[in-house]
């Protein structure tokens, strides 16, 4: 078999991860969920989430990816646990169920950067969105997202990955700040911030039955855990990157993206007295903020440049989900890399059809993934690292990160009890949801 890829360098693995961890979930919920959430004081409780939760699970995928430099499943075979490979098997498939819908959804954003130019929703964004979000459009819109996609992952670790999100990170964070400073430029730029960032504990109290399932969700979902895609890509890096830093990085970027978010959309509302309390979600981007750009001066360009960013930070996520079927895949036969990825490509625009088709549909998939498949992953993964791989993981993690002290027990005690305790309160609020019909979809991403 041929010499596996590896990142040409280290700052080509972060920023592919960050690329990974920065997508919708930090554009169009953690701001509306942030504001109507307690502002500042829910973001240092989300932060409190990450670190608890979120930053152990991600440290997990990082060592069963580095230590064997395979792909999700057959990582456990490499590490003696075969019996095991189940669990990378379902990391996978969630990660390709999911990858299904973010491609239709990866359509709408490409669609709307077209729609800006044109001015093409300014009139009446919400018929504009019903008629482009569902189907023959948005089926043509799914397929050359895509198509990009695929185009990226077939040229390799190196020359695709690495090389694509080079660009698209920096200019999102570019990009952001360009808008954030234009944003403070608008009528309710002081309002807006007011909104986002006053810090009210009752609020957060108040709200805590919804709150913290989100916090807990997010706080996986948005670092892009329990879809194999941080084993699949830390399987590419080095033996002695430090871990511990590079996990801290891509935690504290992805904050500061959805900070950033923030900062972008809610002066934008406020500039044009629409209601902010939309709890996040496809219309919020889609229907409320793109009301803003048809009565702000410059209104197309802004529109192009903030749908700009938008497909970006989709693009770079989708990248990595599709990677992670590539990955195994191009392990296991002897085929090309261009060629897995293009029937990849097709088995998943087949699977997307029907939320292209209808956004119920999507919306179905959607919630079986995020109440369902994601934290039964991250559940299972944790607890196979914590108590099976254990001695080994910690062995792992200090491999370039040095000795940890005492942050090795706390390390495993985490991933044996902390994390799996809640995320197994946040899965059973979930099957709740889904099944039994309480409580709106309140995690949901979409
Ligand atoms: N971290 C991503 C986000 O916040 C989650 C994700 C990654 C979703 C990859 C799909 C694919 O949107």
Redo the contacts with the bound molecule.
Sequence with gaps: MAKRETWATRVGFLVAAIG???????LWQFPFKTAGNGGAAFVAFYLIAVLLIGFPAMLAEFVMGRRTHRNAVDAFSELGHRQWRILGAFAVVTGFW??SY?NVVGGWVLRYIVGSAQGAYFGAPAEYFGAVSAGPEAIAAQFVFLAIVVGIVALGIEDGIEKATKVMVPSIAVLLVFLAVWAFTLDGAGAGYAYFLTPSLDTMVENAGTAIPFAVGQAF????LG?A?MITYSSYIGDDDNLLVDGGTVVVFNTLIGILAGLVVFPILFANNIDPALGGGASALFIAVASGFGSLPLGNLIGVVFFGVVALAALS??I??MEVTVAWANDNFDVPRPQLAVGIGVALFALGLPSAWDVALLTWFDNIAYSLLLPLSVLMLVLFVGWVLAGDAVAELRQGAGELGTFGPIWMWALRLTVPTLVFVTLALGIQTLFLGENPAFFAPF
């Design positions: 990974s961890a920065v997508g919708l979930g930090n999911i990858l973010y979902f948005t670092l892009s879809m895609i996520s989708a990595s989900l």
